[in-house]
């Protein structure tokens, strides 16, 4: 279709103009705005991933074990970065990158989209939400582009996340949960880690990692009662962790013999994500789905994730990363110690105001010898000023650089080519920080 009906801008404001309708956990309007659409979602075979802190990297290692098997994958994820478009996303082997969903993909979709939501409103249904557009456009879109695979993250929480219409997915993958979204899904980790295993379906197999011990007896009891199969990753089985800031070796030693990997996903933390992947692969092809030790080695390697401790730049390195809440700052911090002991290190942050600000800080600052405060372009932003005051109590070199662009330059004027700047605190701004490079 050369000149669709609706143009790109669009279908971009209708989706935006959605926004209104804030955030609404539930199932009732996604379950109705799909079934409207002929329940593309049912013609997928989807791998659902939850958790609070390493769905997209865990997500991007499912994703490229499977192309390397020869499938051909959809991705949908959350919150889009670099270009609105990487929310949705399709990839072949042989191919040199993931392929963001069309400009005209977006424009078929919304087409269908917006006159059943209009019908819903007319018939006594909320309309639906952005997210929930969104979530409709991606199984549309995937369906269409007939995929072997649909790797969909959890948008937030679980149990009523939009991506929960999903009724029947081949497997369930939990992450790392820990504590955020407190506002929507609970002040404890016990509410948290239920909306999680919201997810776990009837007789769906579930792959997880090393949690928390309340979090692990939830999932373990959900499982229970939904007759669903829990797998847990070999973490405890991991030898010979090698860490360079251009890639990961590790080796896992399983009953089966040893096996030795390569990762270029950088972050201390991702050597227990890439386990998750593997424990998936030997889930599906439990499940009958040829993998192959092979893919999943190649896959790993392959694997790529912006934004996620993520070297955009070297002589100086400087790092982005999407680390936001206590659980990933700790993690950051892990990986800085891991990767740059005894270097110089400067940050660039910028955070929203419902974020714990003040914990991030206390986990990161320590290590810094130069902080250097943002306000991202986002309305729930916390102002660069007041994170800089809070930042002043940890006796380091505080700069309120106010913008991307004046923080960047002040980093640089700062930084010797031997130190290391690494922007983190909000996906919502590394984008504008890459360009400003």
Known sequence: ???????????????????????????????????????????????????????????????????????????????????????????????????????????????????VCDAMVQDGYAHPTSFEIETAMAMLYLAKEKVDFAVIEVGMGGRLDATNGIRRPVCSVITSISMDHMQFLGNSLGQIAREKAGIIKENVPVVTGWQKPEVSRILEETCREKGAKLFVSDFDKIAGVNYDPEETLFTLRTDAGSQDYRIRLLGEYQVENALLAVKAAMVLEELGYRIGEEAVKKGLTKARWRGRFE???????????????????????????????????????GVLADKDYQTILNLTAPLADVIITLTPDNKRALSGTELAKEAERFGKRVIDAGTVQNAIRAAYETARKEDVIIAFGSLSYLGDLVKAL
């Not at 935006?16 to 979602?41: D, F």
């Not at 659980?327 to 740059?340: C, N, P, Q, T």
């Open 1 to 115: 279709m050369e000149n669709p009906f609706m143009t790109y801008e669009e279908a971009r404001n209708f989706i935006n103009e959605s926004n209104r309708y804030g955030i609404v956990p539930g199932l009732e309007t996604i379950t109705e705005l799909l079934k409207r659409l002929g329940n593309p979602q049912e013609r997928l075979k989807v791998i659902h991933v939850a958790g609070t802190n390493g769905k997209g990297s865990t997500s991007a290692f499912i994703t490229a074990v499977l192309i390397e098997a020869g499938y051909r994958v959809g991705r949908y994820l959350s919150p889009a970065v670099f270009s609105y478009r990487e929310r949705i996303q399709t990839g072949d082997k042989g191919a040199a990158a993931m392929v963001y969903i069309t400009r005209q993909g977006v424009c078929e979709s919304v087409e269908q989209i917006q006159p």
């Open 311 to 349: 070297i955009v730049a070297k002589e100086p390195y400087v790092i982005i990363d999407g680390a936001h809440n206590e659980d990933a700052a700790m993690r950051l911090r892990k990986s800085i110690e891991v990767y740059f002991t005894n270097r110089r290190i400067i940050y660039i942050i």
